[in-house]
């Protein structure tokens, strides 16, 4: 396809995640204006051809579609509703896809500020990490418009694999779903991990086990040479899976859905960021936490 047939689009928030589908989308050929809090992010991109902004009111003002990878809902909202933001320069017509692991509350209230000013906003937040962000195989969850959605479908080929839910915040409910599962395996392995090693087991000799068995997800799987080496380096870092595993909480809160299993797993998560203040490490740290816990030799 050639450019000139491409939308516009602007691209808010260029951390782990967002710089790697920023990137992707670029090199396909997508025009794109950029914006990050922090602008030293931006250089990358915009030597690789994309246009910066100062604002994401701004590259609103230049986009057809507005995709944005943000930390948190206080960042969605920021970036979404602030004086600067998103809202204030977008044209009737604009689509804005929310590619942030946020709460379905957030996605909603994003939808329904946006929707006077002839605004569609898809929750799209993705499952996999910083390498699938790369090789474009991300999982994406969308909420939404069922036709706004179809109209995006070109775009979201980019980035991985998408599945529409239903209506606005069916895909951020999915996320929390998803990541409940993947926190919950963390501990899960963690603890098994920290039980045979204190009781004597050679660590690569039991993940090598582990590995011919049924009983390992391949997300677990994925984090045993963290634990053979005793380094953590982040795709997913700490601080994003706590954040993650209090969406789940809150969302289990109002729904009145009992979650003793996330609660107890977020507990474990809470005491590393005390004791080691390892926020940016993987969130797989918490298999070095129980083990040290255990009084297990590193
Ligand atoms: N990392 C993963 O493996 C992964 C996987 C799936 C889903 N996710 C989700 O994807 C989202 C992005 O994750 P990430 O790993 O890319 O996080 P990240 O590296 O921490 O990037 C977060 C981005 O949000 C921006 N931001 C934070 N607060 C802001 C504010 N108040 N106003 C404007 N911008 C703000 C940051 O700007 P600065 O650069 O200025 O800090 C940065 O661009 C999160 O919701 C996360 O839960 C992450």
């Known amino acids: 396809m050639v450019e000139a047939q491409l939308p516009r689009i602007g691209f808010v928030g260029l951390g782990s995640m967002g710089s790697r589908m920023a990137r992707r989308l670029l090199d396909r050929g997508y025009p794109m204006t950029v914006y990050n809090r922090t602008t030293a992010k931006v250089e990358p991109l915009r030597a690789a051809g994309a246009v910066r902004e100062d604002t994401p009111r701004a590259v609103a003002e230049q986009s057809d579609v507005v995709l944005y990878s943000l930390a948190d809902d206080a960042a969605v909202s920021d970036v979404v509703l602030g004086a600067d933001g998103l809202l204030a320069g977008a044209r009737p017509g604009a ?3 929310d590619l942030s692991t946020v709460l379905p509350e957030t996605s909603r209230a994003m939808s329904a500020a946006a929707e006077p000013k002839g605004v569609a906003v ?3 937040p993705v499952s996999g990490s ?15 418009d069922r036709q706004v ?3 995006q479908t070109p775009l979201l080929d980019v980035l991985g694999r998408h599945v529409y839910l239903g209506r606005h915040g069916a895909g951020a409910t999915m996320k929390l779903v998803a990541n409940t599962l993947l926190g919950l395996g963390m501990e899960a392995l963690a603890e098994a991990a920290a039980l045979g090693r204190k009781a004597g087991l050679d660590t690569r ?5 582990l590995a011919h068995t049924s009983v390992v997800s391949p997300a677990q799987q994925g ?15 700490l601080r994003l899976m706590s954040k ?5 909480l809150r969302l289990a809160e109002s729904l009145s859905v009992a979650m003793p299993a996330v609660a107890v797993a977020r507990q474990t998560d809470l005491i590393e960021q005390a004791r080691t203040g390892g926020h940016e490490e993987d969130f797989s740290v918490v298999a070095r936490t129980l083990q040290e816990l255990a009084g297990v030799p590193s």
């Open 95 to 97: 689509v804005f896809v």
């Open 149 to 151: 959605y179809a109209g």
């Open 223 to 237: 984090k045993f040479d963290n634990i053979v080496r005793g380094e953590y380096p982040a795709t997913f870092p």
């Open 122 to 124: 898809m929750d799209a």
């Open 130 to 144: 910083t390498p699938q962000a790369q090789e474009g195989t991300l999982a994406i969850f969308v909420g939404g």
């Open 244 to 248: 993650d595993f209090g969406l789940v």
């Open 205 to 209: 000799a039991m993940l090598d086990t």
